[in-house]
């Protein structure tokens, strides 16, 4: 692979540029779709692109006393994490050969997708702010809490795909939701995912109207547009992760109608996140931790891995 | 651990108006807390008291917006008692219609704000959208949507037309099926029970301690409401019950306020069944001195007026207490040993209004600390007094300086010191 398609790749097709459409577009479809069910009419559907150029032109403040590398770095670790896991995922679903990608690809992108949440732990603690370390400590521990059982529950379409940890093979070896373990890991690992995207019910770490916002409270500009994007980008890249290890993907195999079928399931995802975190009050951070803990998360997980080397 | 400070206030997504909670806390957890207020006193007594009996109505409906209507009721009752009026039957009708329409739309408007608090903003626009028809229907009645401008000495401004009886009796009735969504929606939820139950208890003890009222006590199991206790208007004519909970958490206090709507569409509706044509004002001429008291249960509690006259055309004395004054300090007993995300929440279930508890706070920035007691007041006075004389003066002698000082404490019976 020549450093040009790496470069094409990564930052223009299926990464950055690709990534920043479609995370645009999603963001855009989370906000309508969160105002039709609250009876309002929602933004135009340029408005996510609006805001984001508006921010970059804003002026940047770093707090005194802040550590004002890490604070400003953050941002664009978190963002480059998320292009590169979007690349990663949306390799193995366009080429979904048996050789492509490279042996752990699945690790590697599982640890990519970590990497926005511990970019905002860093720039909490960074920014030298006492509602910003507390929302970062929270954010903390949600990652603790959600991992768990996200990692079990990825054991179950490895286990199915034969013991692969290549992307590809996992796509193409899977049928999981036809096993009853393929499904009940999905169901637990879309709850984590919406610990992971940050978004209610498991939205304490910036929690508005307790710590205004948390670990973003001292952002401005430039950093706070990259973590915007960064957030969108997550909305758009975790859908597609889910579906690559749990459902198939979105296959170019099969012609117009398997790209159709794939992006339904990608929507359907979607759809599934806004209306959770529009039905439902956040948590405290302890109720987060008891939850994804508990029976109901890791057990179901655990079951799943179970039932999965039983061949079920 | 050590001990941080996490600032709720002055300004905060949390408040829509200026109050400054600081949160002493360990980790998550609430070990003290502090209040301040004062950032937007308006010195409305003390307007008041330079104003006419009638303007003052308009003065006391800008104390709250969302108690527009229980501020000058209140006035009125305590003018009212000086004067010995005998208000029109229709009047108090429409002075009960009005309150308890107010009580509605500031139930809503606190389920919708306690939804948002704990992050559930589908609540939070829900909520408002279904507390439009009331205020629809309070334009249709009044001209106004807030500062409904009903309430005079000796009556009503207002009458309510006969065609629009039927327009308020449709709203009420059609707010029936939307209460029962809420009460199902919010009661039946078991996250919200998660974030709501054994969360912010306040004990009977503690509410009688600190002197809790309306829902806030009410949700503690004290029965205390002034529409039964010291009936005005025309809720002695009325069917209907205090409603009380038992636990005294944050749930209580919003299952309370969800059956008081229920509770309120009822009286609307008997209201508008028994209401009889006929005067709705009394002309009052004069105000003979004495002083009167006014009680009102707003909808976050009792209202208290107090009016003293001297028999010219103004009060001497006009105090205002207002049901927050009293329900807020209760955090003391029921936020401290809680998180930092329970404590949001419990600081708004009170429904805490800041523009009512608004109070004047004196900072002393060069002794760097707060008078309390007069003598501290009269002295930081003075001593800012001089300060800002010398700087203002300039070039003036400091002999004529000092003279005109002293005629000027002279006056107003201070001694210099």
């Known amino acids: ?312 | 651990m050590k001990r941080t400070i996490i600032p709720i206030g002055p300004y905060h997504p949390l408040q829509e108006e200026a109050g400054f909670f600081q949160l002493q806390v360990e980790g998550e957890k609430v070990l003290d807390i502090d209040v301040d207020l004062g950032y937007n006193h308006r010195g409305i007594e003390k307007i008041c008291e330079a104003r006419t009996f009638d303007q003052i109505p308009f003065v006391v409906e800008r104390i709250c917006g969302i108690c527009s209507t229980s501020h000058p009721l209140a006035y009125v009752q305590a003018v009212e008692e000086i004067a010995r009026v005998q208000v029109p039957e229709r009047a108090l009708y429409i002075r009960t219609i009005i309150a308890e329409l107010e009580r509605l739309h500031s139930h809503l408007l606190w389920l919708g704000l306690a939804g948002h608090f704990i992050g559930y903003n589908t609540v939070f626009m829900w909520a408002w959208r279904y507390r439009e028809p009331v205020l629809d229907i309070m334009e249709e009645m009044t001209g106004n949507r807030q500062n409904y401008a009903m309430m005079k000495i000796g009556g009503v401004r207002r009458d309510i037309l006969e065609q629009d009886l039927p327009k308020i009796r449709k709203m009420a009735e059609d707010l029936r099926p939307v209460l029962d969504m809420f009460v199902g929606a919010v009661m039946d939820d078991p996250v919200i029970h998660a974030r709501t139950k054994g969360v912010g208890v306040l004990t009977p003890e503690d509410a009688r301690r600190y002197g809790a009222v309306g829902p806030t006590a009410r949700a503690s199991g004290l029965a205390i409401d002034v529409r039964k206790d010291d009936p005005y208007a025309a809720y002695d004519r009325l069917d209907w019950k205090v409603i009380t909970g038992e636990s005294g958490d944050v749930f209580a206090k919003a299952a309370v306020r969800l059956l008081e709507i229920a509770e309120s569409i009822k009286i609307v509706l008997q209201c508008l069944d028994q209401m009889k044509p006929g005067e709705i004002d009394t002309k009052v001429k004069e105000i003979p001195p004495g002083e009167g008291i006014g009680r009102v249960e707003a909808p976050r509690g009792e209202t208290f007026h107090y009016v003293r006259s001297d028999g010219s055309n103004r009060p001497v004395r006009h105090k205002v207490r207002a049901p927050s004054y009293v329900n807020v300090p209760t955090f003391k007993a029921t936020c401290i040993g809680q998180t930092v995300s329970d404590a949001t929440i419990i600081l708004a279930a009170v429904d805490p209004c800041y523009s009512c508890t608004e109070r004047m706070a004196v900072v002393d920035a060069g002794a760097g600390k707060r008078p309390v007691e007069q003598y501290d007041l009269v002295a930081v006075s003075q001593r800012e007094g001089q300060k800002m004389l010398r700087s203002l003066a300039g070039k003036v002698a400091q002999t004529t300086l000092e003279k005109k000082l002293a005629e000027g404490y002279r006056r107003i019976g201070w001694k210099a010191c």
């Open chain 1, 1 to 312: 692979m020549s450093p040009l398609w790496m470069a094409f790749l990564i930052l223009v097709f299926p990464g950055f540029a690709f990534t920043f459409a479609f995370a645009m577009a999603f963001a855009w479809i989370d906000r309508k779709v969160t105002a039709r069910v609250q009876w309002r009419v929602g933004p135009p559907f340029l408005q996510p692109i609006y805001d984001f150029v508006k921010l970059l032109g804003k002026e940047v403040i770093v707090p005194l006393g802040g550590a004002k590398v890490l604070f400003l770095l953050a941002p664009l670790l978190g963002l480059s994490a998320a292009t590169l896991a979007s690349t990663l995922v949306w390799q193995a679903n366009l080429w979904p050969r048996p050789g492509r990608g490279f042996v752990g690809d699945l690790i590697v992108a599982v640890y990519l997708l970590t990497i926005p949440s511990l970019s905002v732990i860093l720039g909490g603690f960074a920014s030298n702010n006492r509602v910003a370390s507390l929302g970062s400590s929270r954010e903390m521990k949600m990652i603790l809490s959600y991992e768990l059982p996200f990692i079990v529950a990825l054991i179950v379409p490895i286990v199915n795909a034969g013991g692969s940890i290549r992307l590809g093979e996992i796509l193409l070896g899977q049928s999981a939701v036809s096993h009853p373990s393929g499904i009940l890991a999905f169901i637990a690992a879309i709850l984590c995912m919406q610990a992971k995207l940050g978004l209610v019910p498991f939205d304490a770490a910036e929690a508005e109207t307790e710590l205004m916002s948390g670990p973003f409270v001292e952002y401005s500009g430039a950093p706070l547009a990259a973590i915007r994007l960064t957030r969108s980008m997550m909305l758009f890249v975790m859908p597609v992760f889910l579906i690559t290890v749990f459902w198939g993907g979105i296959t170019t195999e099969g012609g117009v109608l398997s790209v159709i079928v794939g992006s339904l399931k990608v929507l359907l995802l979607l759809v599934i996140v806004i209306l959770l975190r529009n039905t439902s009050p956040r948590i405290r951070i302890d109720q987060a931790i008891r939850f994804f803990w508990g029976p109901f998360v890791t057990g179901m997980a655990v079951l799943a891995v179970v039932l999965s080397l039983l061949g079920a």
